[in-house]
Nanobody, 122 residues
Framework: QVQLVESGGGLVQAGGSLTLSCAASGRTFSNYAVGWFRQAPGKEREFVVTMSWRNGTQYADSVKGRFTIFREGAENTVYLQMNSLKPEDTAVYYC????????????????WGQGTQVTVSS
């Protein structure tokens, strides 16, 4: 069993930056693929980025070049650095995990965090 807790969301102006965190307990992230998804009001949840320590990273085209997923050292926490934020990035951001391999498909993920709200004002 893996428990995931996101944090770091908030309100930011367009062009600004935020860093989201996803802390895991119960297991180490080293054996899993981690993904970030987001859900904007009135829309379905969509893929943002996925990472595993065997296959690297894969980003959605909408965030490529602006968002970076990373883990620091041996911490059991994955971060999502979001730069050059746009109003269309406004959404609840969810961290998810699954056993390898990584996937861009929501239903492939077994464990989910509760989500953290990101609001980008114009």
């Amino acid at each position: 069993q893996v428990q995931l807790v996101e944090s770091g969301g908030g309100l930011v102006q367009a062009g600004g930056s935020l860093t989201l965190s996803c802390a895991a307990s119960g297991r180490t992230f080293s054996n899993y693929a981690v993904g970030w998804f987001r859900q904007a009001p009135g829309k379905e949840r969509e893929f943002v980025v996925t990472m595993s320590w065997r296959n690297g990273t894969q980003y959605a085209d909408s965030v490529k070049g602006r968002f970076t997923i990373f883990r620091e050292g041996a911490e059991n926490t994955v971060y999502l650095q979001m730069n050059s934020l746009k109003p269309e990035d406004t959404a609840v951001y969810y961290c998810a995990a699954r056993e390898w391999p990584p996937s861009v498909i929501e239903k492939d993920y077994e464990w989910w965090g509760q989500g953290t709200q990101v609001t980008v004002s114009s």
